[in-house]
């Protein structure tokens, strides 16, 4: 069965960076597109980053475009968000999606069918 495991989260000031991982298993890795979701307290849950199943497509939400970076490893079934220049309004628990089809590069839940279940990363101003 298909899981999805996110990892790297934690507590940074504002200005920071961190690294999310998210680990698949039980899927051809390579096959598929993949995406980051975030959902902030009290709001409903958004687009962050999607990257196409050879990783050389990418595409980011303006609130992110400039300062994070989605990319692959298919030879270790992992994806990875680097988020630097962190913002208080990146605070959220972040969220790695598997895309229904190869390339992708979707912005909206309904075109992912696999979900982790989240990384908290919270900013301090």
Not at 51 to 73: E, H, M
Not at 78 to 106: E, F, H, V, W
Request: glycine share 12%; net charge positive.
């Amino acid at each position: 069965q298909v899981q999805l495991v996110e990892s790297g989260g934690g507590l940074v000031q504002a200005g920071g960076s961190l690294r999310l991982s998210c680990a698949a298993s039980g899927l051809t890795f390579s096959n598929y597109a993949m995406g980051w979701f975030r959902q902030a307290p009290g709001k409903e849950r958004e687009f962050v980053a999607a990257i196409s199943w050879s990783g050389g497509n990418t595409y980011y939400a303006d609130s992110v475009k400039g300062r994070f970076t989605v990319s692959r490893d298919n030879a270790k079934n992992t994806m990875y968000l680097q988020m630097n220049s962190l913002k208080p309004d990146d605070t959220a628990i972040y969220s790695c999606a598997k895309d229904r089809k190869r390339y992708g590069l979707r912005d909206v839940a309904d075109a992912y069918d696999y979900w982790g279940q989240g990384t908290q990363v919270t900013v301090s101003s």
